[in-house]
């Protein structure tokens, strides 16, 4: 059973960092690309960045220079590093993998940027 799991999500102030993983069971995802999105309330969904098997990443224009996606195919996980964190940042984040030809998403985790 193929399972994505979002963690590490949470309250920061502008300025901090937080770090996203995506933990994914069910298959070996070394070889297919890993999503992020984000999904503010009101809003619709919005490419945050990805990457693909041999680590090529492309990024939402919002983020670039501040966020960062990696990938550790021997844990099975993906990564989202976020530095410089602003209150417009702040939204539900997704992760997604695009297997057997079926699109993959996890259960989100809550970023909120505030003072």
């Known amino acids: 059973q193929v399972q994505l799991v979002e963690s590490g999500g949470g309250l920061v102030q502008p300025g901090e960092s937080l770090r996203l993983s995506c933990a994914v069971s069910g298959f070996i995802f070394s070889p297919y690309v890993i999503g992020w999105y984000r999904q503010a309330p009101g809003k619709e969904r919005e490419l945050v960045a990805m990457i693909a098997s041999r680590g090529t990443t492309d990024y939402g224009a919002s983020v670039k220079g501040r966020f960062t996606i990696s990938r550790d195919n021997a844990k099975n996980t993906g990564y989202l590093q976020m530095n410089s964190l602003k209150p417009e940042d702040t939204a539900v984040y997704y992760c997604?993998?695009?297997?057997?030809?079926?699109?993959?998403w996890g259960q989100g985790t809550q970023v909120t940027v505030s003072s």
């Open positions: 997604n993998v695009f297997y057997e030809e079926t699109l993959y």
